[in-house]
């Protein structure tokens, strides 16, 4: 399957969107540069190439721009190609894809979205923490329990995620420092 992807700037940084014949199978978020997104995505698509992006993918840039400009944006007919994914990690994007704008869910809700075993709550956050294409499943509109903030494996880590929240309109308390406080 050959892939293909393209680097764009937004209001908060450069962003990429790599894609097949099927559907987006990658879209990376913010980063201060064009250079440093472009390497961040070869890495993970060593063999695609830079191209212009085909019309939907193309529709898909322009929505980023405008989510990244706080422009309400909804990504949910956006066609995917997600690949050998494992069966579970499919319903579980499904399922954190149905979150509009501005709502939010917790691994552990999303979870039992999914059926009556709290032990899904762990493969909800394995499969946020691998999420292809954030943004487009809008893994940072899952929290960890309370609504804490949790990890976010993005560029960025949780002030992006914090960041995109917030362009949605939801303020989270403050964050805790995972590193802990230094009291002088």
């Given at each position: ?13 450069f962003c990429?969107?790599?894609?097949s ?8 978020l913010?980063?201060?540069?064009a ?16 191209s212009?992006?085909?019309?939907e ?5 322009e929505a ?13 007919s956006a ?6 994914a494992?069966?579970l990690?499919?319903?579980?994007y499904a399922a ?7 709502e939010?869910t917790t691994y552990?809700?999303?979870a039992?979205?999914?059926g009556d ?8 956050g394995?499969?946020?923490a ?8 809008p893994?940072?509109r899952?929290?960890?329990?309370g609504?804490?903030i949790?990890g976010?494996?993005?560029p ?14 939801v303020?989270l ?10 009291l002088l």
């Amino acid at each position: 399957m050959s892939q293909h992807y393209h680097v764009f700037e937004t209001a908060q940084g450069f962003c990429a969107i790599a894609w097949s014949e099927t559907g987006i199978t990658r879209f990376r978020l913010p980063e201060a540069s064009a250079q440093a997104t472009e390497r961040g995505l070869k890495r993970r698509l060593p063999d695609a190439s830079a191209s212009a992006p085909p019309p939907e993918t193309a529709a898909v840039v322009e929505a980023a721009k405008r989510y990244f400009a706080g422009e309400r944006v909804d990504f949910s007919s956006a066609a995917l190609d997600l690949g050998d994914a494992d069966a579970l990690f499919l319903r579980i994007y499904a399922a954190a894809r149905r979150l509009a704008w501005g709502e939010t869910t917790t691994y552990g809700a999303l979870a039992r979205t999914l059926g009556d075993n709290w032990e899904l709550a762990r493969d909800v956050g394995q499969a946020m923490a691998k999420n292809p294409i954030p943004l487009i499943i809008p893994c940072h509109r899952v929290l960890a329990a309370g609504g804490k903030i949790g990890g976010f494996s993005a560029p960025g880590g949780s002030a992006t995620k914090t960041k995109m929240l917030e362009l949605e309109g939801v303020r989270l308390g403050a964050a805790e420092d995972a590193q802990g406080t230094l009291l002088l």
